[in-house]
């Protein structure tokens, strides 16, 4: 089995998550575009460390894994007689992150939007590797909550993160939830989905305007397996570049929102021309709500988040932006970029 930094289009395990965080670098973690080639024999998986803060939720605050601060859920598990974090198997037709997020509330019954990506842990089952990525997730208020699924889970437990560290039966979860506390730590306040628009028709083959190139049928199907993903971040605002290709790609999600799609030109590979700073602006303008989407094109988007790396002082190596990719961007109070995450493809892994 392999267990790597995730560079390049490779998932990232957890355990490679200091690789990312030393003071010229800037935390990363990746889902690969084909996961299926990365394991032997795969199962996969995703869960989250569900957190809360110990005072009434204030969703303008900075993110904190402070001690006495914050709650996470672990769950009990009458059928192995073990505590956890929840977690659940990918359906057949569901992307990764929409098994997270469908999980989650599953096992909690607890409302969450989804945050930093922590990378993946991975253990042999039989002769199948259990592949499982996880998030961290915070829930949008403190009601009390039953698991949906009773089924699978007896009991859910909200304690403090060293007692959740104590309480889990696996050495997995405590490293999972370490990760969950160092990137807490750093203090996000706001998120941008930046989003690359879905395939769309080949502009050797297109005689009209290169703006008007719509999206092909692989294209539509990316943008519907944005809509989980969307929803799962608890995107609040949507805004795309002027392209019909990123306004189309990015339409579903909005839609399924009850949201519009602002448009604007600055978002474009076009600004390039004025320099990245230009559409740095125009990114800062179209995402001021706690969680934004954006939809944009092949060269602003490494040209972008470079821009934004380089401003807090570190770099992102091997900056790909597929289509239909996502990089999750984490913002600090000081607007500063203090890590991202890629999503390489919306689409279901099995």
Not at 20 to 40: A, K, N
Not at 203 to 220: H, I, M, N, V, Y
Not at 271 to 295: H, K
Request: charged share 25%; proline share 6%; glycine share 8%.
């Amino acid at each position: 089995m392999i267990s790597h930094s995730g560079i390049g289009d490779l998932s990232t395990s957890v355990s490679s998550r200091t690789l990312g965080s030393g003071p010229d670098t800037l935390p990363v973690s990746r889902i690969g575009s084909r996961p299926t080639d990365e394991f032997d024999n795969p199962t996969f998986a995703a869960g989250a460390v569900l957190w809360r803060r110990t005072a009434e939720p204030d969703h303008t605050a900075p993110e904190t894994a402070a001690e006495g601060e914050i709650e996470i859920a672990v769950v009990h598990r009458p059928r192995y007689d073990d505590w956890s974090l929840p977690k659940g198997k990918v359906d057949k037709g569901e992307g990764i992150v929409e098994t997270a997020a469908r999980e989650l509330l599953e096992e909690t019954g607890c409302p969450a939007t989804l945050g930093w990506l922590l990378g993946y842990v991975h253990y042999p089952v039989g002769t199948s590797t259990k592949v499982v990525w996880y998030w961290t997730a915070e829930a949008k208020d403190r009601s009390a909550t039953t698991p949906l699924d009773t089924g699978e889970i007896g009991e859910l437990r909200w304690v403090s993160p060293s007692e959740a560290a104590e309480l889990c039966s696996y050495d997995a979860d405590r490293e999972v939830i370490a990760a969950a506390l160092e990137r807490l730590s750093l203090g996000t306040v706001r998120r941008v989905l930046y989003i690359r628009h879905g395939k769309a028709a080949d502009r050797r083959g297109w005689q009209g305007e290169d703006a008007r190139r719509p999206l092909t049928r692989k294209g539509r199907r990316q943008a519907e397996a944005l809509v989980p993903v969307v929803q799962g971040y608890g995107v609040q605002q949507c805004a795309a570049a002027s392209p019909d290709r990123c306004v189309d790609t990015l339409f579903p999600a909005a839609r399924a929102l009850g949201l519009e799609v602002e448009v604007d030109p600055a978002l474009g590979d076009a600004a390039l021309t004025e320099g990245p700073r230009t559409v740095m602006d125009a990114l800062v303008r179209a995402s001021t709500a706690r969680v934004s989407a954006v939809c944009a094109q092949g060269e602003v988007i490494p040209a972008v988040v470079e821009g934004l790396s380089r401003e807090a002082g570190a770099e992102i190596e091997d900056l790909k932006a597929k289509k239909s990719s996502v990089w999750v961007l984490h913002f600090s109070a000081a607007e500063k970029l203090v890590g991202a995450d890629y999503l390489a493809s919306p689409l279901p892994v099995r």
